[in-house]
């Protein structure tokens, strides 16, 4: 703030006297440069007080000071602002976010040796992908992809460098463990294991890759997994071919039974020969079809990891998503949980996420997987597979483990990591030194303006309050928008066209955090303080709140904490330059100052945020109906908003017409409301962004103690994967009349239903029963429960049930204690039992090449009533997953009848339960 004329008017006619010396005539000039002197150093003795006026006045002279208002930006400056950073954004953020390296070709490989070519991967796919759907149990899992696979190794071991050996095994195993709330039961699955040592290796510390090739139901899984399977085949190729050494053998993992889920992967870490052997893990899956792969999961506690992934050409990765999926906010899971629990081993995961559209539907073909996609993938596949396989630490693993990882990397140009201990380190310095300089920005505003410290921090008080004010009210606002479209059944509006979210959230976030501001500054223009102080006392309070964020998250050991000492480093790195050029007094310099500064902060942040959108928005599309997706768009925007935009915004109140720019976010807000409820918004697409349902024809009779039945009939089950089930209302009351499927829960045992799996269990509320007389076409038999026999144990008050299932490949059993039983003991997987939950209990039984009758025991115990009457109620489901063509006309007709944007995914089931 630059000073402008004083005005010397006396007070008493002593007042041409010097104050230093009393009695004593000085000349007026004399006087006047003292008190300037003075004025402008702000000497303690004079005590420095403000009128309503502004006016500075001591208690001898009464010295009135006009200050130099700094004049505003005319308005029209104020769009080429916005426009510069959303120019920014597309000129730099999103081409980033798109970039892939070029596919290479095969006439390619003779110029680039020992370089992965992407054509060969593709070659591979398309030929895994016209096998079909690979569903557990289908011939063309279980039969087909494995001599497929047995064939493309054959092909690697004959252009193999006579220094390496491959040795293939086929695993086929049988086991049971708990996934989340059911015990997850296999038998006979398969996996393709292939060994590449160098001949002679006495190493016994391997390095395992995995990925799976089977599918879900009626998906061709190009890139859920077949795009990770083809890579895999190329990485090894390309070893195998190399005359480089390799320290320590690679496990390449191919397993048959992820999507039931994570069976074989299980099998593999718990009973496979290598299985004790493999020391590191790099986990290859996909929740999407091509793009950029993401690393979302390392370690844990082995943080030399990340030493070699940051050697990658190609890297992306970040904290932030790994805590979001262990967090359990991602409706998915990998084989990397698999190996980790059940086998200690440490590792990368890394999954493709965008284009997560056609994940899991019979869209996920080829043509939809870009060979720049497959480059981007063997390039850092490749990279790892070769320095982890000859990394020192394998020698001795846990020797190196030692915390969490935080991770993330720039716009996929370089990888920055640290351990856990240094980030507490680094998020708590930088909090120190923000604060500390906070303080000496507040101290020198004091110096500068005329106002005491006192004055400076009573108003930034105020300011710190009405930030935080206006940060609520901006969430505030995010949250209504979110609630309002929820409320007019326009959820989702964003779903295909994601630039609404723009206008939907991120305006009224902006005009949240503006208008108070804005307000205040119009109210106090004639304050003591420069428009440029204030505005840089709102930058403060900003930061006061982001580090108060800081500390509070990294307390409770949330890595991604990162995110804000991001945010607090650049600011402070703005305010120190601007204390030490003494640019903090002038407006626009300043500002200047922390544009530049904000430039590596908003692109890193819009990055995130864009990627971040690009994989959450199509997962809200199979995230079930019990929640609002539209809170989770709402509450992501503001997140990210306040820390790419928090800094920004105060820059507003620059321009004349302040409130008007401001008012131009609320009113873009209402304009964007209005377009997503017009079919500008309707959030689905034929192909390429469909809505989902899943729906069984199925046949349900459940018996009552004394052998007869209380109910016999069929129908649809509907389970509807998102928010808007109302679309297909008139499609779905063409089946018959329709009822919730909770409507059941209270009567019956897990509603009396074919539940397919836990996560229909937890859909139940909006899940639909449409009773209908048309029986489905069974392709074979129905599940055959047999009771072989009920054995009395040692205690006159127990029982053994001993029983035999034979099935369909895709069955679930369903048990339940009545009249006071007590469950005791199983041959099931003891889990559930061992941590008292309450029947009944959820399980999920597939197998593959194994047929054989499932035999199983129950052990219950009455001491309250006799076995006279019933103990026991089990269920059983039977689901023909892959028998597309054995379902009736009349189901394939109502099938047919969905809009052409629906993708059903269809069988035919049964579910039958009794007493014993």
């Known amino acids: 703030m630059q000073l402008g004329s004083l005005r010397h008017r006396p007070i008493s006619s002593n007042a041409s006297r010097d104050p230093q010396r009393p009695g004593t005539s000085t000349p007026a000039s004399t006087t006047m440069g003292r008190l300037k002197d003075r004025r402008r150093r702000v ?37 080429p602002f916005f426009g510069f950073w959303f120019i920014l954004y597309l000129s730099v953020v999103n081409t980033q976010v798109n970039h892939m390296p070029r596919g290479l070709t095969r006439s390619e490989e003779s110029s680039h040796p020992g370089a992965f070519i ?142 039931n889920p994570l069976q074989a992967s299980h099998a593999f870490i718990t009973q496979h020969k290598w299985a004790k052997n493999c020391k590191a893990l790099i986990n290859l899956d996909s929740a999407g079809s091509g793009g950029r792969e993401i690393l979302f999961q390392s370690g844990p506690n082995h943080p030399w990891l990340m030493k070699y992934y940051r050697q990658v050409p190609h890297p992306f ?57 497959f480059q981007h993938t063997g390039d850092n596949v490749l990279s790892l597979a070769k320095s982890l396989a000859n990394a020192p630490e394998m020698d001795d693993p846990e020797a190196h483990a030692e915390g969490h ?81 929820d409320g007019v059944d326009r959820s989702l509006s964003w779903f295909t066209h994601m630039w609404l979210i723009i206008g939907l959230y991120g305006f009224p976030i902006i005009f949240g955090m503006s208008i108070l501001p804005s307000l205040y500054l119009e109210k106090t223009k004639k304050d003591l303080l420069s428009l440029g102080f204030r505005v840089q006392l709102f930058m403060h309070s900003h930061c006061i709140c982001l580090i108060i964020l800081l500390i509070a998250l990294t307390a409770m050991g949330i890595r991604s904490a990162c995110f804000l000492m991001i945010c607090v480093f650049f600011d402070i790195i703005a305010l120190i330059v601007n204390l030490v050029t003494k640019w903090h007094r002038k ?119 004394d052998g007869t039945t209380r109910t016999d009939e069929s129908g649809i089950y509907i389970y509807p994967q998102d928010r ?71 205690e006159s008050t127990q029982r053994r049930f001993n029983f035999s299932l034979t099935g369909p490949d895709h069955m679930t059993i369903f048990v339940n204690v009545k009249n006071d039983a007590k469950l005791l003991d199983w041959s099931f997987n003891d889990t ?28 219950v115990e009455k001491t309250t009533s006799s076995f006279d009457t019933p103990t026991l109620e089990i269920g059983i489901g039977g689901h023909w997953v892959h028998h597309e063509s054995m379902r009736s006309q009349s189901f394939s007709d109502h099938i047919d009848s969905f809009p052409s944007y629906a993708y059903v995914q269809a069988w035919v089931g049964t579910y039958e339960s009794w007493y014993f």
């Not at 949980?337 to 995961?349: E, Q, S, T």
């Not at 069974?778 to 009920?790: A, F, G, K, N, R």
Request: aromatic share 14%; charged share 15%; proline share 4%.
């Open 118 to 259: 992407a054509q060969r991967a593709e070659d591979t796919l398309i030929e895994l992908t016209r096998i079909g759907p690979r569903v557990v149990g289908s011939v063309a899992n279980e039969v087909t992809t494995v001599q497929f696979l047995r064939d493309e190794v054959a092909k690697v071991a004959a252009e193999a460098n006579e220094r390496f050996e491959l040795e293939v095994d086929v695993q086929q195993a049988s086991g049971a463990y708990v996934h989340w709330t059911m015990v997850n039961m296999y038998q006979g699955i398969q996996n393709v294991v292939v060994k590449l040592s160098e001949k002679g290796s006495t190493s016994e510390n391997y390095l395992l890759i995995n990925s799976h090739y089977d599918s879900v139901p009626a998906s061709p899984g190009a890139g859920d997994d077949g795009s990770m399977v083809a890579t895999m085949l190329e990485v090894m190729r390309v070893i195998a071919k190399s005359d480089e050494p390799l320290a320590h053998p690679i496990v390449f993992l191919f397993n048959g039974a992820e999507e």
């Open 317 to 373: 990765a970040t904290t932030l998503g790994e805590e979001i999926f262990q967090a359990g906010y991602i409706p998915s899971d990998t084989d990397f949980r698999i190996f980790r629990d059940y086998g200690g081993v440490p590792g990368l995961d890394m999954a493709y996420i965008f284009n997560g559209y056609v994940y899991h539907t019979k869209y996920d073909r080829v043509n939809v997987f870009p060979r720049s996609s």
């Open 724 to 794: 808007r089930i109302n679309i297909a209302e008139d499609e779905i009351k063409a089946f018959g009349e329709t009822h919730k499927v909770s409507e059941y829960c209270d009567e019956e045992m897990f509603c009396g239903m074919p539940l397919y799996n836990h996560r229909w269990s937890k859909a139940r509320e909006y899940s639909l029963w449409i009773p209908i007389s048309a029986k489905p076409q069974i392709p074979t038999e129905y599940p055959s429960l047999i009771l072989q026999d009920v054995e009395e144990l040692e």
């Open 43 to 79: 000497k303690n003795k004079f005590a420095l007080m403000r009128d309503n006026r502004g006016v500075c006045f001591n208690s001898k002279y009464h010295i009135e000071v006009d200050f130099e208002v700094p004049k505003k930006l005319q308005w029209y400056y104020a769009p």
């Open 405 to 485: 990882n935080v991770f993330y990397d720039f716009l996929g140009w370089f990888m920055i990591f640290y351990t856990e201990t240094t980030s507490v380190i680094i998020n708590s310095v930088i909090g120190a030194i923000a604060l500390l300089a906070i303080v000496i920005s507040l101290y020198f505003m004091s110096l500068r303006s005329g106002c005491s410290l006192v004055g400076v921090l009573t108003r930034f008080g105020i300011v710190l309050g009405i930030q935080l004010v206006s940060l609520a009210l901006a969430l505030g606002l995010a949250v209504l928008v979110a609630v309002f479209m």
């Open 587 to 705: 407006a626009y310099l300043f500002a200047i100052a922390v544009m530049v500064c904000q430039v590596l902060p908003f692109v890193y942040f819009t990055y995130i945020l864009t990627a971040f959108l690009m994989t959450i928005v199509p997962m809200l599309g199979r995230s079930g109906a019990s929640s609002n997706p539209d809170m989770g768009i709402a509450l992501a925007t503001w997140f990210f908003s306040l820390i790419f935009s928090g800094f920004l915004v105060p820059l507003i109140m620059f321009f004349r017409k302040t409130r008007t720019i401001v008012l131009c976010f609320f009113a873009g807000t209402i304009l964007f409301i209005i377009i997503a409820v017009t079919n500008v918004g309707f959030p689905f697409q034929p192909k390429t962004s469909a809505q989902r349902y899943a729906m069984i024809h199925a046949h349900r009779v459940l018996h009552n103690a």
């Open 832 to 859: 559930l039992l061992k941590e008292n939950e309450a029947p009944p209990h959820f399980i999920y039984f597939s197998y593959g090449l194994d047929s054989s009758a499932l035999e199983f025991t129950i052990d």
